[in-house]
Structure formats: C-alpha cells, structure tokens
C-alpha cells in the first residue's frame, strides 16, 4: 500500500506523534502573564468580596444577622421559615454537629429544665470549649485534607508516626488557631522555624497524599512528578475551593486556569523534600536496631519458608511470625516533616498532556494569574521560602477565594448544605451560591473576627434558622419552589456520619475510651480481610484492647483497608480531598447494622448497660430510648418494646436484641 493510499488514522497517528516530539523537544512560548478575558474576570468568585450589611427587616424571627439574608430570601419566593424545633431536638443537633456525640439524658433533661433567655447559648458556649469539639471539626478537616496514615497504592506502607498531624489539627481547633495562621503553618510550619516541633509536625500537611513505592526499577521522574501533582491539586481544593488539577494537562476547559498557571503554582514545591526528624539519640536508634534486626532475619527466613510451605504447615509458620512481631518494640519517635533543598530544585516545566516524559516550557514560582496583579514577574525556584510567599497569598485578605471557602465549609456542616454546595469546588462546573450576599458577609466576619471559627459557629449556631423544626406546615408548596432546601425554610435532616454511628454505639454503652491524641489504634478484623492485603503491608491489632474503645478518629486510617462498617456508611477512602460526604442508602447498611460484628459486640454492651442502670422492664425502655434517640420513646415505641420484652425481659439475650433494634432506628441513625 502506498503511502497516499494509507488509512486515514494512520496518517492521524504518524502526524500527532511527530507533533509530541517536536512540542516536547523545543521550547514552546507560555502563555502572557496576564492573558484573561473580561468575562473571565467578571467571574463571581474571582471578585472581590461585596462590603455586605444584613437586610434591614424588622421581624421577632430574626436573632442574628443571618437570620435577616434568609428571611429576605425566603420572603422573595412567598414563603416563610419553619417553627423552631424541640428542645430535644436542638440539643441533640447542637451536640451531634460540635462534638459529634449524642447528649446524654441529664444534659437533655438540664437544657429543657433551663427557662432562662441564655439557656441555648449556654449550650452551645458548653460545646464550643468541650475538648470533643476539636476531635469532631478536626475529622472534618482531615477529610478535605485526604489524611492517612499509610502510603496507598500497591504496598501501602505505614506511617507510624502520621498521627501527630492529627493530633495538631485537634489541638488548632480547640485553641480556636485562627485559620490563616493555621493555613501558613500546615504550608510553610518548616520555613517558619525549622526547630519548633509543633509547626514540623504541621508541615506534614505536605505529605499526606498517596506516595507510590514500588520495589525495583521505579521512575524516579514519574515518581516525584506524582507528588508534585499531588501537592499542588491539595492547595487548590482545600483552601482555595478550586479543581486546580483539571490545568495539568492543558489550560482548564472551565475556569480561568491556563496550564502556565498550574505549573507556576507546582513551582512552590519544587525545593521540597521529606524529612524524617528521629526523635532519639544515636545510642537510643543503635539500641533499637540491635534489639530487632535480629528478630526482623528470623522473621525473613520464616517468610521465605512461607513460600515453599503446604497449606498445613503455613498456619503454624504464620502463629511464629506472629510472635515474633509480638517482640518487636514501636521505633524510635520520628516527626513526618518536610524541608527544602534550595540548591537542588526540581526542573519545573510545562508538560505536554501532563507527561513527564514530554516537558516544554520552564516556569518559575508564580501564584493564579487571575488573581493577581498582571505586572508581578515570576521568580526563580530557588527563591528563598518559596511556601510562605505561597500561604501569605493564600491568607491575604485580598485574595477572595480562602475566606468564602472556609466559612462554606462551616455553613455545610450546620445547615446540610454549603451555600455553595459544591464545597471544594467554587468554579463554573460547582454550584453557584445560593445567597452570594450572605456568604460574602459571613466571609467578611471571619476575617473581622481574627479568622477564628468559633465566633462564626457562634453566629450560625444562635440564628433562627439553625433552630427551625425539619418539618414545616408549608412542606408542599415550599417543595414545588425550592426542592434543595437551599433557601432554609426548614432544618435539612441528615445522617449520622459512620464514626459518629460507632462513637455514639460506644457512648450510649457506656464504654467510651474518652482519651484524646496518641498513637492510633487496630482493632481485631476477619483475617481474610489481613489476607487481602499484599506484602509488605500488615495489619497487627493493638495489644491493649481499652484502646478499641476509643472514638474511631483514633483508629488508623489505611488507605488500602477501610473496615467494612466505615465503608458501608461511607466514609472517605482518603485518596483524594473530600469536600462533603455523600449520604447512601442502600441495603448493606442495614444487614451491618443487624449482621455487623461492630453493632452486634456493641449492642450487648448497650444491653448490660440497660440491665444494670435500670431494674424494670418499663425503666429499661425508657433509658434506652433516652440514650439513642434523646428522648422518650413514643406510645406507639413503648407499645411495641413492652410486647417483645414482654415473654422474659430480663434475659440478656432478648435484652440485647432490643438494643440492636434500637441501633436500627431511624431515631438513632438521623439527625432531625
């Protein structure tokens, strides 16, 4: 065949070759600095934010500033907001969304006794400085973060020593660190004092990402690139609520994003290496090795024995190995830190289609040009604490995308719903805000406030709107007009999360481990969920077994191994920033809650909880209604309980399979 008469694709597939390499072999020009439209400019979140003052309404509904941005919405579209809620309920809301644990019957008992006009700020005042609220807005945060404590990908190899980034983001939330100070620690904690532990331990946040460590001929290019990529798509979703990800292989279908952009941003990190800091003298790390490299040869010859062994001889090879790993003591304290390595940076450059393999133009360290001054150069990638000129635009004041970003992730939490409902997403394919004035408003407040985040739950929290009923006589027509509810004219009911589904199992039992920080725990699991796991990984459960008992943000979160309880209620799988859980419904939800290991070991410590605290089949319904739903059980529940407990309601058995039944409630799973 000649070559006019070659098919067409293979004249298609000849010339885009020949394009690549040519594109790839020169320098290609980089888009100007600068180089916008006016309607990209125009976009509403690149603006800067409106100087917003609440509506002027005189109505008794409203009790906070926000009150008066809903009411006049809500007015505009002929509707009106929904009675306010039970003490009850509002109790167990407030209790659920700040500490992410349920109230317990006397504190229900006090807030309904309580007459006073102060009695719901008492609340929340109580909540916002309980040491659990740190563990719960923490938990919050690690998901946007995608926090692990293991590598992913196909060896998965454990970070011992990652939880001390957990622990400092509990801590910054409990102190109420006010956020852009937060934010500058987590980016640049090693360029602001490379001895303070505490800010080592938060430029961890650099290395939280999936890390690919293959054994053999690994890419050491394709490698860094991976993380490279990683660290920069991080800061785009979780602080500034842009899928900066989508410019790495050309300029972004979407938003003003060129792929010039991208690489400028990248170049930030191109000086950044981890660092390991051991946290022991020589004599201590020569001690430790002495100790286990002999167990971890003898361990080696038993796993190579493993290889040639029947399936007989392979149960008692693995109890050995067992043993030995038993003897094994935890390593040396470390801080998973990062530092920069000026004199070595990576070469950052333009790639064609994101091939590391295809590199053009170089780039030099540069933040989004559509935010900033055209007339700003670039500068070279050795230029002097390239990640705190990257936070201190972040945090300026000026730049309009961190504070909206942040409060909106406050705001989705309390209400359901982000004002933008597409919370690590502010571009043209998220969703447009519900109420563009009231988020700017409550943006311009956080920064006013010192960006402390408590004084913002504050003003969510004691609105009107927070304590409005999830169920409002004008249900029909307000569902016609706004379906979403994104206006508020009532309280959106969610789910329990997975972990506060398990903490609330463990608090109303009455076994809570209330201990804060540490090492993370492993509980027992199926061992053929172990044997699924590829070698090297491992999964060896905690020898003290009160740590099992612990709240589930201290469970170590494995990348390759979500317990089957967290994954059916869906909990993240921490490869990428998770902005907002869904919220599934489907059927193995039900047959874990019934069927599940967790609920059913759970159910019986509930059950002798019951047995124990309460005397009488009546008192028994009553506690156990009081302690999973927050309230008495209904005429119709206590019907029902009384008839199943009827036939023996002191033995333990039936006992416990009326605790499991109430662990299945709606009453129990939702909060309304």
Not at 554 to 580: H, Q, W
Not at 589 to 608: D, I
Request: hydrophobic share 40%.
């Amino acid at each position: 065949m000649s070559k006019r008469q070659a098919p067409r694709w293979h004249r298609l597939a000849a010339f885009a070759c020949a394009a690549t390499l040519l594109y790839a072999a020169t320098d290609v020009p980089v888009a100007p600095i600068g180089s916008y439209t006016a309607a990209e400019k125009r976009y509403w979140a690149f603006q800067p934010r409106a100087a917003v003052q609440p509506p002027k309404i005189a109505d008794n509904w409203i009790q906070s500033p926000i009150d008066a941005f809903v009411l006049e919405g809500l007015r505009r579209q002929g509707l009106r907001p929904a009675p306010r809620a039970t003490r009850e309920e509002l109790i167990r809301r407030v209790t659920f969304d700040l500490i992410g644990l349920p109230p317990t019957p006397a504190e229900i008992a006090a807030f309904v006794a309580d007459k006073s006009p102060k009695a719901w700020e008492t609340v929340v005042e109580r909540l916002l400085a309980s040491p659990q609220y740190g563990e719960q807005w923490g938990r919050r945060w690690l998901d946007v973060v995608r926090f692990a404590e293991s590598d992913g990908y196909e060896y998965d190899m454990h970070r011992p020593d990652g939880y001390r980034y957990r622990d400092y983001v509990v801590r910054s939330f409990n102190e109420d660190k006010p956020y852009n100070q937060f934010v500058k620690e987590q980016l640049a904690g090693d360029e602001m004092d490379a001895k303070n532990e505490a800010l080592l331990v938060a430029s961890g946040f650099n290395r939280l990402g999936p890390l690919r460590k293959n054994a053999g001929n690994q890419d050491v290019a394709s490698s860094r690139n991976e993380v490279l990529t990683e660290t920069t798509n991080i800061v785009g979703a979780a602080f500034l609520g842009l899928t900066v990800g989508c410019a790495r292989c050309h300029d972004h279908k979407f938003d003003a994003i060129r792929q010039s952009d991208y690489y400028r941003l990248q170049a930030h990190f191109a000086q950044l290496q981890p660092d390991d800091i051991v946290q022991a003298s020589k004599a201590e790390q020569d001690a430790y090795n002495a100790k286990v490299q002999p167990i971890q040869e003898e361990m080696r010859k038993l796993k190579m024995q493993m290889r040639r062994a029947t399936e007989a001889e392979k149960g008692g090879l693995e109890m050995q190995l067992e043993k030995l790993d038993e003897q094994i003591p935890p390593p040396p304290a470390s801080i998973y830190a990062v530092k920069n390595v000026a004199a070595q940076p990576t070469p950052v450059k333009i790639l064609f289609h994101g091939d590391h393999l295809s590199p053009t133009a170089k780039v030099g360290v540069r933040t989004l040009g559509i935010l900033l001054d055209p007339t700003i150069p670039e500068e070279p990638l050795d230029t002097a604490k390239p990640r705190t000129k990257l936070a201190d635009w972040i945090i300026d004041p000026a730049n309009p995308l961190t504070a909206r970003v942040m409060v909106n992730r406050a705001w989705q939490y309390h209400f359901g719903r982000g004002i933008v409902v597409t919370s690590n997403d502010f571009g043209r394919m998220g969703g447009r805000p519900a109420n563009t004035q009231l988020l700017d408003y409550l943006a311009n407040q956080f920064i006013a406030g010192g960006w402390k985040l408590k004084p913002v739950h504050r003003m969510m929290l004691l609105s009107s709107a927070y304590q409005q009923s999830s169920t409002s006589p004008l249900a029909k027509v307000a569902e016609e007009k706004d379906p979403e509810n994104a206006l508020l004219w009532k309280f959106t009911v969610r789910r329990l999360e997975a972990e506060e589904l398990r903490d609330s199992m463990l608090a109303i039992s009455g076994t809570l481990n209330a201990k804060i920080g540490g090492p993370s725990f492993m509980v027992p699991i199926d061992k053929d969920l172990v044997l699924m796991l590829k070698r090297p990984q491992y999964w060896a459960a905690t020898r003290d077994r009160s740590e099992y008992d612990r709240r589930t943000l201290y469970m170590i979160y494995k990348r390759n191994l979500r317990l089957p309880f967290l994954e059916v209620f869906d909990a993240p799988d921490t490869l990428s920033s998770c902005g907002r859980r869904e919220q599934a419904t489907h059927a193995p939800q039900a047959l874990e809650l019934l069927n599940g290991k967790t609920s059913n070991e759970l159910a019986g410590r509930f059950a002798a909880r019951l047995m124990k605290d309460a005397k009488t089949t009546p008192e028994r319904i009553d506690l156990a209604f009081r302690l999973a739903a927050g309230r008495a059980a209904t005429k119709a529940e206590n019907a029902l309980a009384q008839r199943f407990l009827a036939t023996n309601g002191d033995d333990p058995a039936k006992v416990k399979e009326f605790a499991l039944a109430l662990f299945n409630l709606n009453a129990f799973l939702y909060v309304n």
